[in-house]
Each structure stands twice: as structure tokens, then as C-alpha cells.
């Protein structure tokens, strides 16, 4: 404890002083990311002050002192705005769970909760309600069974080829990685054992760009392709 | 949807070879893409790795030399799409002698002694010249028993390995060839280590970065007999594997397994086989006698591992396929599986498909 820098001692005793409000004043915050770093390595520091993780909370066993931090508050809201200028208000822990972006964004402090939104030019109101939709879903009943969990995935992802390359796109973006290896997934599947042809149609290929003799080659060679 | 060719790589990555193979036909893009060797070298990285639950597959050539079959054998042993072959090598001498990264090596005695590396998933090959040996007029003559090919990750490179034994002098020679160099060398070292004519032909055991035969030992440091012996791909020097304990050949049938990540040899004797694995690479004292289920007769011999920790064996006479596995596993379940095509020249080799091509440096035959 006296090695660490005293405006951080000065945080915890501030954070130690709030009884039962579970939301922590922004000064408090920097200093809570040094706590749970310390909590891999230095366990007895936390012991001593009573304090044990539950859940991604840390939370201070007595009844008189209730700390509750949290990495971001399951109350607190962010705001997305989509490239039609329509703003969306999401918990920030959903999505700081599921984006590896947002989650930079807001780790790293360039964010600021009261007063700017995340801007989001490249994915359109549509897509983002959607993608919202997806993070909200899978944080909320992430102990759900798989089976569950698969088959609304599967209700989820029944779209068509332009809403499938919107949400493709948009999670490239965000990097949200388990909807992107969802997709993936969906795509492939979409284009496994299927003909040349259908494949073009799928992913509006007009002009192959190969020449009518290659063309002509590919067929004679490859009959049961096409 | 038009998708950018960043994330087109990634589905790709996630296809199997035979469907990439059909794709190089939907437009030039992703022919270029596909056809890139970088591309070529990280899907098949990919394939490979430990987490992605690969099963090595088996390869075989139909009796009519018309098509390579190719066998999986997980969850059980089914077929798999075969592979067309050439019409200028559809003769009864040709023969599968090694693979390795989706490359198969041939040999073909008419209407000349040839060699060819060549990959059934993409369809090329290239001809490997036998060793120019002015001295030994018998070269080119089938008696080489030892053979392979293997990779050499540090320079890029294939090497096809030949061991042989002159039949008067039944002196051994070791040479290697490089595809990138295009040439044959000699190994140092090969005195000791002579090929068993009554062994037959061997495909070589590739296993952490060397490559393993059954041979006659004749050094000094150790009692003649049979051991095996490794050729370092790194180093290309051979040295020696003892046996679990020595073998008189007569009374014996020897021969080594491997597959999913084991290094192992059965050893059958007139009743039924025993397999040894080794758990420490080339610690004499850490060979282990397998606690499994296995056949209690001597007429299949063992063809690989899986992942899942059973064995492939094969009927010597009708080739039929059957996997055992752990002791408890009820033996009335066990399903023989009927190879299509086969004769009773029929060699299997463990084989991973590939979009790989061959270093240039021999002139490339599409």
C-alpha cells in the first residue's frame, strides 16, 4: 500500500467512505484498474481490506462499507451513434464485454460518459439496433444452456445476403469477435457444396473476369462444379 | 454481398482444400487469392495446428491406377472424395512411396524408372530424376527399400530420401535430393545401416522432424540386428533408435506406426501383435507396451493412430479397414470397413490434403 502513489490512497479511502451507493465517482475509476490488476498478484492486499471479486464486482464484506466497484457499472449508459445521426443508449458493460473497440475506448479514457457519444459512421441505424440486440442478448442469458443460445442464434441470423454483409461488417469493425466467428460460420455453410453459379449469385459476382476460353476450360475441367 | 479480400481470407482459411480448389473456378480474384503460396502455407498451418482436431487421412491408388481414394477414419472410417490422376501414369507399376504436406511420391518402372511428386488436391507434379550413379550400372533398379519425402522448414525445401543396398556388394547407400537444388547427395554415415530386402519396401515414419525406417544395424556400439533409423531432416545425418528389446527378425514381423502425435511399432509374431510407443523421443528406457484393444490374430497389421487414441489396422488379405480402440470398448461393435478399388498390392500412406506447390527450381509439369 505505500508504494502506491498517494493520490490513489487518497481514492480508495474516498471509494472506502461511500456506504450503500453502489456508483463509484469517476475519480475513483483509474484507481480500480489498479486494483484489479494488483488482485492477480498481491491477494493479501485485498484480504486485508476485506475486499473479494464476485462476478467481475469487488466488493467489501462489511455490512458498514459496501464498495462496489465495477468494470463499467451495469447502470451506466453509453451512447452509440449510427451513421444516419441516430443515437442509441446501451449499458456500458454489454458492450465493453462484446467489442474489443468500445472496450479500448473506454479503458484508455478517451470516452467520456456525460458528455460524447461513440460515433459510428460506417454502420447504419438498422445494423447497429441489430448488433445492440446480439451483445444485449448474450450478456444477459450468457448462462443459459447452448442449445438455447444456438437456436437464437440461428433466429438471429436469419437474414438476407445484404443484412448478413451489413452485421458482417459492423462486427468487423467493432470487433466483436463471437459474432463474427458466427457469421463466419453462417457463411460458410451458406457457400459449402454449392455450384459455381450459385455461388456468383450470392456474392454478386457479375463479371468473373475470366476469359471465354478459361471459362470454357474451367467447365470441360471441372464439369460437376458448375 | 461484396465482400473485402481480408475477410474473403478468413472463410477461406476455414474451407477444406477441396472446396478452395472449386472456388479458384468463381472469378479471377479469388483464383488469385487462393493460388497465392502464402495463402497456400498458412491454410494448411491452420488445418494442421493441434486445436483445429485434424485426423490425418488415408491415401490409396484404385487397381486401375485411374484416381487416388482417399479414406477418413473419424468419427469412423468412411470415404472421402478421390483425386483423378494422369492418364500418362496409369500403369500397373506405379506406386505411392512417401507424403508429406499433400505431396505424394511416386514411383513408376515403365516405361522408365521415374520419380514424381505430385499433389492430387491441386493436380500438380513434378519429375524427380533418379540418382546419376556412372559407377552402378544397376541404379536405376527397384532396389531401394527405404524412401521418403519430407520438408525442410529452414530452407523452404522438399527432400525425397532413397536408401538402398547394392545386391552383390550388400553394401547400403544413403542419398537424399533436394528439390530446390535439383540434385542428389550423398549421406554421411549410412556404413552402419542397411536396408532388410525381406522387409520389403518401407514408407518412411516422419515424427519430430526426422524420418524413420526399420533397418540392419552393423555398428560396433551395438549388437547386429534390426533397429531403426532416423534421418534428421535439420542435420541430414542418421543415427540409431534401439528396438524395446532385441529382435530376431525370423520370428518376427516388424513394422512402425504412427499418427496424432505417437511414435510406435507393432511387433507381430505368429499369434498377435504387440504395439510399443515411445514417450520420450529416442530414450531407449521410455518405450511403452500400449494397453489397448487389439486384434487377437496376425492378420492385420496397424496403419495409424487417430486423434481419439485408437489404431487403424488393416486385413492383409482383403484390406478391409477396422479401428480399435481402449480396452472396454465392446469388440462386437467393431465395423470392418471395405476398401473400393483395392487389390492386394494396395499401400495406404497417412495423408494431409494441401494447396501447396512445390519450391521452383525442377521445371514445374502442370
Known amino acids: 500500500m505505500d508504494k502506491w502513489p498517494s493520490s490513489n490512497r487518497y481514492s480508495l479511502k474516498a471509494a472506502l467512505m461511500i456506504n450503500y451507493n453502489p456508483v463509484i465517482p469517476s475519480l475513483c475509476l483509474p484507481f480500480l484498474d489498479l486494483l484489479i490488476e494488483i488482485m492477480s498478484i498481491k491477494e493479501k492486499w485485498l484480504s486485508a481490506w476485506c475486499i473479494k471479486p464476485v462476478g467481475g464486482a469487488l466488493v467489501r464484506q462489511e455490512p458498514e462499507y459496501i464498495l462496489l466497484a465495477l468494470m463499467g457499472s451495469p447502470l451506466k449508459k453509453i451512447m452509440l451513434c449510427s451513421s444516419e445521426k441516430e443515437i442509441f443508449n446501451v449499458e456500458e458493460q454489454v458492450m465493453v464485454q462484446h467489442s474489443v473497440i468500445i472496450n479500448n475506448m473506454i479503458e484508455d479514457g478517451s470516452y467520456n460518459h456525460e458528455e460524447s457519444k461513440i460515433p459510428l459512421d460506417c454502420v447504419d441505424s438498422k445494423t447497429l439496433k441489430k448488433v445492440i440486440d446480439y451483445c444485449t442478448h448474450h450478456t444477459h442469458h450468457q448462462n443459459d444452456n447452448q442449445e438455447d443460445l444456438e437456436a437464437w442464434d440461428a433466429q438471429f441470423l436469419n437474414v438476407d445476403s445484404n443484412g448478413l454483409y451489413d452485421l458482417l461488417m459492423a462486427a468487423n469493425y467493432l470487433e466483436i469477435r463471437n459474432l463474427l466467428d458466427l457469421i463466419y460460420g453462417t457463411i460458410k455453410n451458406m457457400i459449402k457444396g454449392k455450384k459455381i453459379d450459385e455461388i456468383r449469385r450470392i456474392f454478386n459476382i457479375k463479371d468473373h473476369g475470366f476469359t471465354s476460353e478459361e471459362e470454357e476450360q474451367n467447365r470441360k475441367e471441372y464439369p460437376h462444379f458448375y | ?366
Open chain 2, 1 to 366: 454481398m461484396t465482400l473485402p479480400p481480408e475477410l474473403l481470407e478468413i472463410i477461406f482459411l476455414r474451407l477444406p482444400v477441396r472446396s478452395l480448389i472449386q472456388f479458384k473456378c468463381v472469378c479471377k480474384q479469388w483464383r488469385s487469392l487462393i493460388s497465392d503460396p502464402y495463402f497456400a502455407k498458412l491454410h494448411y498451418d491452420v488445418a494442421i495446428a493441434p486445436t483445429h482436431n485434424n485426423n490425418t487421412k488415408l491415401l490409396y491408388l484404385s487397381s486401375d491406377f485411374s484416381r487416388a481414394c482417399c479414406v477418413k477414419t473419424e468419427p469412423s472410417i468412411h470415404h472421402d472424395y478421390p483425386f483423378k490422376l494422369q492418364e500418362t501414369y496409369k500403369n500397373h507399376s506405379l506406386r505411392i512411396i512417401g507424403s508429406c504436406r499433400g505431396f505424394v511420391l511416386l514411383r513408376n518402372y515403365k516405361p522408365k524408372p521415374v520419380l514424381i511428386l505430385w499433389n492430387p488436391a491441386t493436380g500438380s507434379h513434378v519429375r524427380v530424376p533418379y540418382p546419376n550413379n556412372s559407377s552402378n550400372s544397376e541404379f536405376p533398379c527397384p532396389d531401394f527399400f527405404c524412401h521418403g519425402v519430407v520438408y525442410e522448414k529452414s530452407n523452404d525445401d522438399y527432400l525425397v530420401i532413397m536408401g538402398s543396398v547394392r545386391p552383390l556388394k550388400r553394401k547400403p547407400e544413403w542419398k537424399f535430393f533436394s528439390v530446390r537444388s535439383n540434385s542428389w547427395k550423398e549421406i554421411e554415415g549410412g556404413d552402419c545401416f542397411t536396408p532388410n530386402i525381406s522387409m520389403g519396401h518401407q514408407l518412411g515414419l516422419l515424427y519430430n522432424e526426422a524420418i524413420h525406417w526399420l533397418v540392419v544395424y552393423n555398428g560396433s556400439d551395438y549388437p547386429r540386428g534390426i533397429v531403426i533409423v532416423a534421418f534428421d531432416i535439420a542435420t541430414k545425418t542418421l543415427s540409431m533408435i534401439p528396438l524395446p528389446y532385441p529382435q530376431d527378425p525370423s520370428q518376427w514381423e516388424l513394422s512402425l506406426v504412427g499418427g496424432a502425435g505417437f511414435f510406435g511399432i507393432c511387433m507381430l509374431n505368429e499369434f498377435w501383435p504387440y504395439i510399443f510407443v515411445m514417450k520420450e523421443y529416442k530414450v531407449e528406457s521410455s518405450w511403452i507396451l500400449i494397453d489397448m484393444l487389439l486384434p487377437s490374430d496376425n492378420t492385420m497389421i496397424p496403419l495409424c493412430f487417430t486423434q481419439s487414441g485408437d489404431v487403424v489396422w488393416m486385413n492383409r488379405i482383403n484390406k478391409d479397414l477396422i479401428k480399435f480402440g481402449k480396452l472396454g470398448s465392446n469388440e462386437e461393435e467393431l465395423q470392418e470397413f471395405k476398401l473400393d478399388f483395392c487389390d492386394k498390392d494396395t499401400v495406404l500412406v497417412m495423408f494431409n490434403e494441401s494447396l501447396l506447390s512445390l519450391p521452383s527450381s525442377c521445371r514445374q509439369e502442370e
